[in-house]
Each structure stands twice: as C-alpha cells, then as structure tokens.
C-alpha cells in the first residue's frame, strides 16, 4: 500500500477556509414567545483567511472564545450570523468554494472527512470500550474512505505515521499515556485524508516533553501532506512555533492578526503586548516584567460598550468608551483593532 494521504496543491494566496463577521451567541433568557431577550455572544463577528497549507495560530486568554469559534466553524454549533467560506481543489485544478454557515446537514456529511477537529482533552475523547483499531477505523468505514478488506492495514500504515505501534490496534484507550492518547486522536482524525484540521488546544494537558512530540508531528504531517491547521492554544510559545499567523483573539472578538514574525516581535494592540510579556524569558540574566493587566475580565454576556477592551486598558479614551475601533493595518498584512493606531491613519 502507498504511504500516502492527501496531497493538495499549495499555491501561496490560495484560501482554503475564509472567515467573514462569523457569530455564535447563546440564548440566555427568553420571553414567553420564545424570543431571545439576554445572549452570551461568544464569537461576536470574527473575520480572518487561512493559507492553504499553512498554520494560523488563534491565542487568547481562556473564555474569550476559542473553542466557540472553532466548533462554529465545523458547524458543531449553528452559526448565528456571519460566513466560513471552505475552498476545495480537486485533482484537475478545480476550485469549489461553500459557505459551511449554509450547507444543509447531508451537504455537511459529504465535507467531514475533509474537516477534521482534534479535540483539548485526550482522555475523555476517546469511547473507553473501543480499542484503537475500532476508533480509529469507524470514520473510515461510514465515509468508505478505502475498501473494506483494506481497512485494517490502511489504519496500521495511519498508526505508524502517527507514531503508534502496531501492537496498539488491540489495546484500549485507558492503557496508554496522555501523549499516546493524543497520537491516538490526530490518527483519527487523518484517517479520512482531512484538508483542515482544527487543534483546539491539542497539547495543554500533556507534559513539555510530549508536547514537542506531538507538535513536531503536526508540522512534519503538514510537511508531508499539505494539511491546513487551525491551531488554537494559550500556550504562546508553541502557537510561535507551529504557526505561520497569528491572531489574537478577546472576548469574542480578533484584536491584532499578523505573520508570527511580526506579531511577536513588534505586537501593537495593548492586549496583545500584555500576552506577550507574561512569556517566561529563556535567559537568567534577564527578568521578565509581566504587563499587569488592570480590571477583571468583562463578561460576554453583557461585554463594554466601545472597544470591549477599554477596561483593561491604561491607554483608555473616552472614545475607546464609546465607539468599537476599526482594523487598521499598520504593516503589510499586520492589522490591529485599536484607536490609537486609526487615529495614526
């Protein structure tokens, strides 16, 4: 059998998923009519493109929206308001674009092998009385991905690309370590040859040792197959080191997107610097000073008027207070929702 995925062609301004105004509120309290009179607004108008191939990195403090956001976008979640453009290349060139806010339930079943999510947790996202090769290869029988004489040794091959060895395919979920686990899960997930997968936070509860693993395995993956990642995390320094962009996200909305280089080295948003002076410095002759943020996170269920960061913030206007800022680019490809730097404009 052919050590082989899927391999689309990466052409530089090639978009495989665009983001436009994308909502995702939850009803809070509601009439007797049933009307929404109070909504949590997790995602409240996100707008970013995502480079076929390429990795765009989504940071941000916890409950600011991550999670909601990639769930929306596989249309876990039905999407409030707004689009998620997902771009196909077929083997002749052939490019087909959808809006997965718009697909109908069966549209969506025919792009889930395309769409794939690798989920926070790696130990209570895998059935517990299933053994690996039954996880792994489920999704590979229902969207009949290879024959079905040829599955059990198409999983194997997916196993050893994933670093799982072959012995694994009998063995059960609770036998094996929180790295293993998560090799187990991104096995899953490329087992139905995915152009997009979404990370949500794939190495926050593993040990520093197995995240390098298990980050090095996306990017040589990536390397190999062409797969697009939509990594969300906290963690600074891995988003740094697996993504190509960033884009830094605070309640429920994008803040500053940017290339890595230039987001952490010349970040401009004030949120944004804050995040980047809390990273633990690799030098001992060098102190690390953490910008304190002032104020309490608001919440997204009745988030400030203007900009939504004006409360934290020591550069604050009354017209921060009173109008949301626009997104300015301040370098090429480098945007920045602030006042101070429209008013630069």
């Known amino acids: 059998m052919e050590e082989k995925l899927n391999n689309p ?4 301004k090639d978009y495989i998923l665009e983001v436009d105004g994308l909502k995702q509120h939850f009803p809070i309290t509601k009439n007797f009519m049933g009307k929404t009179l109070t909504s949590l607004k997790a995602v409240d108008g996100v707008s970013f493109k ?3 191939g390429k990795t765009l990195g989504i940071v941000g403090e916890s409950g600011c929206g991550k999670t909601t956001l990639g769930r929306t976008i596989l249309r876990l979640y039905d999407v409030t308001e707004g689009s998620a453009i997902y771009t196909t290349v077929n083997d002749k060139g052939v490019r087909e674009s959808r809006d ?3 697909l109908s339930k069966k549209e969506l079943r025919e792009l889930r092998t395309q769409l794939q999510l690798v989920f926070q947790d790696p130990y209570s996202s895998l059935p517990p009385r299933m053994t690996v090769g ?9 969207h009949n991905v290879v024959p079905a004489n040829e599955v059990s040794d198409y999983v194997r091959l997916i196993m050893k690309r994933c670093g799982l060895q072959e012995h694994y395919y009998d063995r059960y979920p609770h036998e094996f370590s929180g790295g293993q686990r998560q090799r187990i899960c991104i096995a899953r997930a490329l087992a139905v040859k995915p152009q997009l997968v979404i990370c949500d936070e794939p ?9 390098a693993q298990i980050i090095n395995l996306f990017k040589k993956l990536q390397r190999e197959e062409g797969i697009s ?17 960033i884009a830094v996200m605070y309640l429920g909305n994008i803040v500053e ?9 010349n970040a401009k948003h004030p949120y944004t610097q804050a995040l980047f002076s809390a990273v633990p410095v690799a030098d001992p002759h060098r102190k690390s000073e953490p910008a304190a943020l002032e104020g309490e996170l608001p919440s997204p269920a009745n988030p400030p008027k203007g900009c939504k960061f004006h ?3 020591k550069y604050c206007t009354d017209k921060c207070r009173e109008l949301p800022p626009p997104s300015v680019e301040v370098n090429e490809g480098h945007f920045v929702a602030c006042h101070l730097y429209a008013e630069i404009q």
């Open 50 to 52: 995502l480079e076929r």
């Open 134 to 142: 039954a996880i792994i290869s489920e999704a590979v029988r229902v």
């Open 229 to 245: 990642y939509l990594f969300i995390s906290h963690d600074l320094s891995v988003v740094k080191y697996i993504s190509d962009n």
């Open 9 to 12: 062609t990466v052409n530089e």
């Open 311 to 313: 409360t934290r913030c």
């Open 203 to 211: 190495v926050s509860a593993l040990d520093v040792s197995i995240q």
């Open 100 to 102: 997965l806010a718009k």
């Open 257 to 265: 997107t940017g290339s890595t280089a230039d987001i952490c080295t």
